[in-house]
């Protein structure tokens, strides 16, 4: 828990609208405390020059006691001064200025503290830099001027005249330096505030992306338990309802993330398509892998593959019903090397145009592979099934399509179109996008 001391420390400060309000009202504070502290040293002598010595002081106090006063409200209220109290600095600013040529002698109104008038407007124009209403603020800094003006009276020779207009310039570009430096640093905690809000946002979303995939083919095992089935076929929807159960009590744990592609232990390509494999054996899945024998990829691919794997087999029991299914794994296709895995289903298909990919097909197979740096293309049409093509990256650099050549990492054009552009939430137009998608 923060300690009340560093609620003072500017550096402690959350880069966001508030605390670029409490920032500035520790500027404010500042400003108008450091000029009370020019005024003390000056305020014997010039009460003792002054032709009215009460009149002197109490213009003084009244200052004085108007600069603490802005500094502690300012300090309480964590933003600098609003609009009614800028108006009203402004207004004792003038009013100071007025007054002072009936208590200052005219050789004292340049160049000492002993007039402090001039210095004390100066502050009030820094500090009221950010008043919000511009119609506002250009009114006190016109009438502030204006107030120089019958302060400088008729009184000032003539060799002052550069040193009264310089001081009237100062006035001007201060205001404008100020205003400057308010509205701009407020548009940067604008943008920052903005910016976190996003960032949160695209977090969630994320999230939500994570946790479809990691419970949807659980999601579909359980829909697929609660139907009628015979007992054999039910053990074996057990014994996958409870892989996908290990899996969903992991991700909640806190224990789903994996290395990136590329890092980590790498494991065995053919038992993990072969693990699969068998969860499905009532689909008569006939699996060639011998090609692949000795292939190993990231723990990472692994996960998503075998994730993708038994999306897409539990599509083809839900949808496709195809009397054989075959899953080949082919090592150094080509010149490109690697690998390729095809997993072909000879039921009704489907055609890619006027099908929208649910959650199973756009987020378990296509984005969690691409994301992992696996190339997908899916081919349907209807009446012909479905042919699901997996790619790894090529072996050597430079020597062919990588996950991002759309040879390797694209559904097939007319697929792609029909995907919902959002990258999270399933098409609420897709039937079955709750649970599984067409084949």
Not at 22 to 38: P, W
Not at 39 to 50: C, E, H, I, K, N
Not at 116 to 132: E, K
Not at 216 to 225: D, K, Q, Y
Request: charged share 20%.
């Amino acid at each position: 828990m923060r300690s009340r001391s560093g609620l003072w420390r500017v550096a402690e400060l959350p880069t966001t609208r508030a605390g670029v309000e409490r920032a500035f009202s520790y500027f404010t504070a500042g400003v108008r405390l450091g000029t009370v502290a020019q005024m003390v040293p000056a305020v014997q002598l010039g009460a003792a020059r002054s032709p009215h010595e009460a009149g002197y002081l109490a213009c003084w106090g009244a200052a004085a006691l108007a600069a603490v006063a802005v500094s502690v409200v300012t300090l309480v209220r964590r933003r600098p001064p609003g609009t009614v109290v800028s108006v009203l600095d402004f207004g004792l600013a003038c009013t100071l200025l007025v007054l002072a040529p009936l208590v200052l002698a005219p050789w004292d109104r340049f160049g000492t503290w002993t007039a402090f008038q001039p210095g004390y407007a100066l502050s009030v124009i820094i500090t009221a830099g950010g008043v919000r209403v511009v119609a506002v603020w250009a009114a006190s800094l016109l009438a502030v001027s204006v107030s120089y003006v019958v302060y400088l009276g008729g009184d000032v020779g003539s060799e002052m005249t550069s040193t009264a207009v310089g001081n009237v310039l100062t006035y001007v570009v201060y205001a404008l330096v100020a205003r400057m430096f308010f509205g701009y640093t407020r548009r940067i905690a604008r943008d920052a505030d903005a910016s976190r809000a996003r960032a949160a946002e695209l977090a969630r979303r994320e999230e939500e992306r994570r946790a479809q995939v990691m419970m949807h083919n659980g999601i579909a095992v359980m829909r697929l338990l609660t139907e009628q089935g015979d007992d054999d076929a039910r053990a074996r929807l057990v014994g996958q309802a409870e892989v996908e159960l290990r899996r969903m009590r992991s991700y909640l744990r806190g224990r789903d993330a994996y290395a990136a592609d590329g890092e980590g232990p790498s494991v065995g390509l053919v038992p993990v398509v072969k693990r699969v494999c068998d969860r499905f054996a009532d689909l008569d899945v006939v699996a060639s892998l011998d090609l692949g024998t000795g292939l190993r990829i990231p723990a990472a691919q692994a996960e998503a593959l075998e994730r993708a794997l038994g999306s897409l087999l539990l599509n083809v029991r839900v949808h496709a019903r195809a009397h054989e299914v075959v899953v080949h794994l082919d090592e150094g296709v080509g010149e490109r090397g690697g690998w390729t895995l095809t997993v072909h289903d000879d039921g009704i298909g489907f055609d890619p145009a006027s099908v929208t990919a649910g959650v199973g097909l756009r987020e378990v197979v296509v984005g969690e592979l691409r994301r992992r740096g696996l190339g997908v293309a899916i081919v349907s049409a209807v009446g012909e099934g479905t042919t699901v093509t997996v790619r790894s990256r090529p072996s050597r650099p430079g020597t062919g399509a990588g996950p991002g050549d759309p040879r390797t990492s694209t559904v097939s054009a007319a697929f792609s179109d029909a995907v919902s552009p959002d990258p999270v939430s399933p098409d609420p137009a897709s039937p079955d996008a709750a649970f599984s998608d067409a084949s």
